[in-house]
C-alpha cells in the first residue's frame, strides 16, 4: 500500500495535494484497492463550487459505487478528462494520472484539518 509523504488525506479516502492555492483531489491507493477495478467516474462541471464535505462525483467499480467528498471549498478549475476513457487509471496511478479534480481554494487554513500520512495509516489499520 502506498502512501506518499506529500499528500493530506481525509476519513473519507481521498487524498489533497496542494500546489500553491490549488489542490488536485483523488482517491487513495487504499480506497481504489477496497472499490476494486473502477469502471467509471463521475466529475463535477468546471466552475461547480464545493464546500468541505460535498460530494461532487462518484466513483464506480465492478463491487459497488462510492461518493466523492471534497476535501476543501472552493471552485473546480479542471477534472480529469482523461479518467472518461480510462477510470481504470484510478487503479494503476492512483496519485499521479488517477487525480480526480483541481480545486482552487478559498480558504488554505482549511488545509489544517486534513490529516497527515501517519494519521491517515493509523485510520486504515483499524
Do not use: C, R
Not at 1 to 29: Q, S
Not at 62 to 82: H, R
Not at 90 to 114: C, F, Q, R
Amino acid at each position: 500500500m502506498n502512501f506518499p509523504e506529500k499528500l493530506l488525506y481525509t476519513k473519507d479516502h481521498e487524498w489533497t495535494l496542494i500546489e500553491g492555492d490549488i489542490a488536485v483531489v483523488g482517491i487513495t491507493d487504499f480506497a481504489q484497492s477496497e472499490l476494486g477495478d473502477i469502471v467509471f467516474v463521475e466529475t463535477p462541471e468546471v466552475g461547480t463550487k464545493l464546500n468541505v464535505g460535498d460530494s461532487f462525483g462518484v466513483v464506480e467499480s465492478v463491487k459497488t459505487v462510492s461518493d466523492l467528498y471534497s476535501p476543501l471549498t472552493g471552485e473546480v478549475v479542471e477534472v480529469n478528462e482523461a479518467l472518461v476513457d480510462a477510470p481504470e487509471t484510478v487503479n494503476t496511478s492512483p496519485y499521479a494520472d488517477g487525480w480526480i479534480v483541481k480545486i482552487k481554494m478559498s480558504d488554505t487554513s482549511e488545509t489544517e484539518s486534513l490529516m497527515n500520512v501517519a494519521d491517515y495509516k493509523s485510520l486504515v489499520k483499524k
